[in-house]
């Protein structure tokens, strides 16, 4: 990584989980991109459409850097990909998070991207941070102040999502742009993760585990141990190296609110789309 404006380390993994017969998640941990895509639309359609946007951003793989504009195209690009996608009438679609390595005027910045429910995490100084925030109908009544994160837990609308690549949405996405620093560790995870462990139970695995493949490989553990009703799929990125920060600015949202997504997602009641 030569040139690149952060040096990373990186590990990856996913499992089918306990109760699924198809893994519909997919995940992309090449340098200068950490992505996890979580498809809905069912076997023929959800995997399909998790892998065709997670084959269209790999094409930019190889970089020292990416921009918005960068990725914009990809998602237009995935956008196509995944709305041509169809299995017995359903509507295929697919979450996107992550982050890519950015370079601000020789700074490195990760650049978040965030479509649906799948999460990026921040782990720093100790502490844990979800810099994205959830497009579902419980986040919107939370924002709202008519829930509460411990009552999202148990909401029976906890599975639906307001935005996705394909699923009849037109799927656009969230940026933020975080100055990195030596230390950052990066969590990338489907809601097969995040459903089943709590924060605390996310931040003492990253904070145990120093090798990031391990880290990711006990993440999946503990989920399979607690149920594993999803696929679930994990990407853990270390920053070992950042270019310097003379003009810092930061754009992600302040302590991002968190709830708990069961196993299940889908595109809210009453628009087009399919589950997963």
Not at 55 to 78: H, N, P
Not at 258 to 275: K, V
Request: charged share 25%; with cysteine; glycine share 12%.
């Amino acid at each position: 990584m030569t040139g690149a404006p952060i040096e990373v380390r990186a590990g990856a993994l996913t499992h089918t989980g306990l109760r699924r017969k198809v893994n519909e998640d997919a995940f992309l941990a090449e340098a200068p991109l950490f992505l996890v895509a979580d498809g809905m639309g069912g076997h023929d359609a959800g995997d399909r459409a998790s892998a065709a946007v997670v084959a269209e951003f790999a094409r930019l793989c190889g970089a020292d850097s990416l921009g918005i504009d960068d990725m914009r195209v990809a998602l237009r690009r995935a956008r196509a990909r995944v709305d041509a996608i169809a299995s017995d009438g359903r509507a295929a679609g697919t979450t996107l998070s992550g982050v890519v390595i950015a370079d601000v005027g020789g700074a490195g910045y990760w650049l978040t991207v965030n479509v649906g429910d799948s999460r990026t995490y921040r782990f720093a100084h100790g502490a844990l941070e979800q810099i994205s925030v959830d497009h579902s109908v419980v986040q919107e009544l939370i924002d709202a102040g008519e829930l509460t994160g411990d009552a999202a837990a148990s909401d029976r609308r906890r599975n639906e999502i307001t935005r996705a690549i394909g699923a009849g949405s037109d799927g656009q996405a969230d940026y933020w742009m975080v100055p990195a620093e030596v230390g950052d560790r990066i969590l990338v995870c489907s809601d097969g993760l995040s459903g089943e462990l709590t924060a605390q139970q996310l931040r003492e695995i990253l904070a145990d585990e120093p090798d990031p493949q391990e880290a990711a490989e006990r993440l999946i553990r503990a989920a399979l141990l607690r149920g594993g009703r999803d696929n679930i799929t994990a990407v853990v990125v270390d920053a070992l190296a950042v270019g310097g920060h003379d003009d810092v600015f930061d754009t992600a949202p302040a302590g991002a609110r968190r709830n708990e997504p069961d196993s299940d997602t889908r595109p809210r009641a009453g628009t087009p789309g399919g589950t997963r």
